[in-house]
DNA sequence: ATGAAAGCGCTAACAG
DNA sequence: CTGTTAGCGCTTTCAT
């Protein structure tokens, strides 16, 4: 038995009225009499019908489906961020659909220039590997915001937060609890990573104030920003022998992952050395020792990408796409737990 | 400036070709002149022609899109398989977009009776509230393939792990261990949790075949399947006195807050108390002790589960929807780390 | 308050 | 190998 097609015209003709009557009726429209608007009713749940979001698109040039590109959706910190990007698109009636770039240049690239145009209405956009020049060359007018520190000038709104501070915030309070020699795990040499050279400014900032010496070899570089990176660069610190006495690491997973290393080789952690992470991601709050971290306010990076999004493509279908670009700030707190008061 | 509405006729103008010239090369099909063709990409580039996928659509009576519900995106597992099924999709040339469920009849239900109707092509869900009864019950005709265990003779396909074989796996593990007192962390009242079900089967069956005595004080209920289920599960296990020596989580989150809740209290793992996860997330292979789990191929059920689909999809446009329901099983493996071995 | 008809951009017959 | 044309199902003037 197979469902028959059932369109605008076949609801019409059932309910015994002219397909605009359905259409409003669908949309909600005012002036519709009661009864009318019941009979056109029982006629569509009588049909089952579904209105072909296709053709309603094809119409009206949008398709309230907007993406969300981020490196990769098993990053606790993207995941988290997923799950609070759809959930507040859902409330305003958008669809989210999800690109993974994989943090690699190509798919960023790709997915900024558009080639999901007439699909999607606009665009959320974590950019990795991207580069100001990259964003600032942009062609293609999608509706975008973007995810991280400000790297661009460009029609983009940036919902941020502010990395330099809050990495300072981090390593002054390791500094506050008199470690003297302090590490930072999660240095990166690509031009491109933005985020990485803020912390790392943040981290010096507060040598500095902190009267410590900038010991270079305290500083780790890494590819990625995962455990594995993380429990790596550890060793390798370990194995330089230059122990600290505590590690800021840019992210939690670099943390989780030099946690794992500092305690397979019998270090006592915060005793011996104390950590500091960066996100606040779930996993943190469950390690032994729970994870000191600078906990970013998701629920705003979310909802306010969110909401200047849809801003904004209100206001280009009114006024094309001249409107300036936006910088949110969102608040971060630094979370104490036993990685570093144990 | 705007950026023009450019459309295939305004290529063809441009090329001096007709419309169904410029959809054929855009489109790669054979019988075009190579002269023809070139020409027509120049045109194609000079204006930055997209093809309007809404109209594709609506002409061609597909999207391209299909959605992958799941609870919740940030929970590692279906973080996981949500990035190997976009990747996988993306392979075939699809688009995947994100429900979130929540894990609440109401949503599941909504998502499995098509309200995205005329926008995706294909459904995957990961149903956890939804009872047979519901899914047999199942109006909308959406090709879709299901994860998780069997529950259900309707014509979808479902993509298996042997949750019984695989509980029970984990549990002889744990008894060849020499642990007489294993408890288990995750059943659920709930008439709807399947796999919380079948492996307390497993369990249970285990230990009659390692000749223990099934103490129902050793099982522990929980409401949600996340690290908090599992610390309080623990909590209230040791407060009620029946400290045990091993435990089986029935995933890795509740194993995690197990972890944790023992830790906490001073209990050394494995030492006094050995732990057996599943799902293989992670978070588990950085843990310390790193955790022994069930680690189920989520690359082939990801990869599977697209592949069906795609293929219910294509049948469906030659045949309705006329196609046995296929049940194909995952294989799995017992992961040893240090949680049962240190 | 409702109806009639045009057309969004594309693909697929059907011609040539 | 390429051109012409008819809709896909919907919203939206413009009438009534």
Avoid: W
């Amino acid at each position: 038995m197979e469902r028959v097609r059932v369109g605008l015209k076949d609801v019409a003709r059932l309910a015994g009225v002219s397909v605009k009557t359905v259409s409003n009726v669908v949309n909600g429209y005012v002036h519709v009499t009661p009864a009318t608007r019941t009979r056109v009713e029982a006629a569509i749940k009588e049909l089952d019908y579904r209105p072909n979001l296709s053709a309603r698109n094809l119409r009206q040039g949008r398709t309230g489906i907007i993406a969300l590109a981020v490196p990769e959706l098993d990053i606790p910190y993207f995941a988290e961020l997923a799950r609070l990007v759809v959930a507040r698109a859902e409330e305003r009636g958008l669809t989210v659909l999800i690109d993974q770039t994989g943090a690699s240049k190509e798919r960023e690239q790709l997915v900024a220039e558009g080639f999901r145009a007439h699909l999607i209405d606009g665009l959320i956009l974590s950019p990795l590997a991207l580069t100001p020049e990259d964003l600032a060359a942009r062609m293609d007018n999608t509706p975008m915001v973007l995810l991280g520190e400000r790297v661009y000038e460009g029609p983009a709104d940036h919902v941020v937060v502010d990395n330099v501070a809050a990495a300072r915030k981090a390593t002054l309070h390791l500094a506050a609890l008199g470690r003297r020699r302090i590490a930072a795990i999660g240095a990166q040499d690509d031009a491109a990573a933005e985020s990485s050279r803020l912390r790392l400014a943040g981290y010096r900032q507060a040598l500095r104030e902190a009267g410590l010496p900038a010991d270079d070899r305290l500083v780790v570089p890494v590819r990625d920003y995962h455990r594995a990176d993380g429990a790596h660069a550890m060793a390798r610190l370990l194995d330089s022998g230059q122990t600290p006495d505590a590690v800021f690491c840019f992210n939690d997973l670099l943390a989780l992952g030099a946690l794992r290393t500092l305690l397979e080789r019998g270090h006592s952690v915060p005793g011996e050395v104390a950590l500091v992470g960066f996100d606040d991601i779930e996993d943190g709050r469950y390690a032994t020792p729970t994870l000191t971290t600078i906990s970013p306010d998701k629920q705003a990076i979310a909802g306010l990408a969110v909401d200047l999004l849809a801003d904004r493509m209100a206001k280009r279908v009114v006024q094309g796409s001249r409107v300036e670009a936006r910088e949110i700030r969102v608040p971060y707190r630094l979370v104490i737990r036993e990685s570093t008061s144990g």
